[in-house]
Nanobody, 121 residues
Framework: QVQLVESGGGLVQAGGSLRLSCAAS????????MKWFRQAPGKEREFVAR????????WYADSVKGRFTISRDDAKNTVYLQMNSLKPDDTGVYYC??????????????RGQGTQVTVSS
């Protein structure tokens, strides 16, 4: 059974930092892209960042480029999202997802339960 378990969310002041973790289990993810999405109340789900597990190639939404860094630890089967210079607009529930390479940017096969990030002004 595939599981993605996020952690690391919380309340932080604007300008602060958080590191989200996504512990993945139940299969190997060599042919997968790991993606972080977020969703704020009343808003649509928004792509945040992506890393291809095998190659380590990364992509970011324009809104987070230069502030967020996605990475993975093969030994721990964990994906991280380091978030710096946080803004109130970064507030939302952050979801870790896994999608086969070649699937659409908004698609995923697996999703975690989400972790809340709240940035106060």
């Amino acid at each position: 059974q595939v599981q993605l378990v996020e952690s690391g969310g919380g309340l932080v002041q604007a300008g602060g930092s958080l590191r989200l973790s996504c512990a993945a289990s139940g299969r190997t993810f060599g042919g997968y892209a790991m993606k972080w999405f977020r969703q704020a109340p009343g808003k649509e789900r928004e792509f945040v960042a992506r890393i291809n597990w095998s190659s380590g190639s990364t992509w970011y939404a324009d809104s987070v480029k230069g502030r967020f860094t996605i990475s993975r630890d093969d030994a721990k089967n964990t994906v991280y999202l380091q978030m710096n210079s946080l803004k109130p607009d970064d507030t939302g529930v952050y979801y870790c997802t896994a999608a086969p390479l070649g699937s659409g940017w908004s698609n995923f096969d697996y999703r975690g339960q989400g972790t809340q990030v709240t940035v106060s002004s």
